[in-house]
Structures are given as structure tokens and as C-alpha cells.
């Protein structure tokens, strides 16, 4: 059993920058590929980016690579999400996910967070 607690979200102005993290519960945190996703109102939560058990490999959606970066401390049990160059359609629900394998559908992730809201104004 994982249980995951996200925190860090906020409102900010577009352009600026957000610090999302993720506790994990659990001794064996570095067992798992943890992955964030976002849901904005009335549409489907998607696939924001993943990380694995080593953080050695990263994923990212199209939409968020070269502004989002996933990282990983095993030590701490703790994921981020350093999100910059904020912008209006990146305000959402972002939820933080655990899964054995590495997967970049909602379906597939077994343990998540309660969420954290993010808003960019324009």
C-alpha cells in the first residue's frame, strides 16, 4: 500500500514557475515509476510526466517538455514537478501516481494523491 500526498500548488501569474511535490508513504518507494497527471475542468486527466523507481529515465508530454521537470529523491520518499513558463492551459488538478511499470495511462496506476490545484492567469 502507497499513499501519496501532493502539495505546492497555487496561483501564478503566466510565465511564472510552481514547485509541486509528492510524499510517498511506504519503505519502498524506489520500487515504483511515479507519474503526474492533471485534470482541467470537463476534460480527462491526462499524462504530464513519469519518472522511474532509479530516476534515471523521465517522460513527458509534448505539451509540457522543455517547460516541466520531473525528479525524485528515494531518501525522502518524495517525487516533484518543477513546472516553468506557466501558462493559462496548464491550470488543472494535479494529481501524483504510483505504479510498478511505466505507463502513461491513468488506467494503469494503482496509488494517487488527493490532488493539488494549480491556476495561471493570463
Known amino acids: 500500500q502507497v499513499q501519496l500526498v501532493e502539495s505546492g500548488g497555487g496561483l501564478v501569474q503566466a510565465g511564472g514557475s510552481l514547485r509541486l511535490s509528492c510524499a510517498a508513504s511506504?519503505?519502498?518507494?524506489?520500487?515504483?515509476?511515479m507519474g503526474w497527471f492533471r485534470q482541467a475542468p470537463g476534460k480527462d486527466r491526462e499524462f504530464v510526466a513519469a519518472?522511474?523507481?532509479?530516476?534515471?529515465?523521465?517522460y513527458y508530454a509534448d505539451s509540457v517538455r522543455g517547460r516541466f521537470t520531473i525528479s525524485r529523491n528515494n531518501r525522502y520518499n518524495t517525487v516533484y514537478l518543477q513546472m516553468n513558463s506557466l501558462r493559462p492551459d496548464d491550470t488543472a488538478v494535479y494529481y501524483c501516481?504510483?505504479?510498478?511499470?511505466?505507463?502513461?495511462?491513468?488506467?494503469?496506476?494503482?496509488?494517487w494523491g488527493q490532488g493539488t490545484q494549480v491556476t495561471v492567469s493570463s
Open positions: 501516481a504510483a505504479d510498478r511499470t511505466v505507463s502513461f495511462s491513468r488506467y494503469e496506476y494503482d496509488y
Open positions: 511506504g519503505r519502498t518507494f524506489r520500487d515504483y515509476v
Open positions: 519518472i522511474s523507481g532509479s530516476g534515471e529515465t523521465t
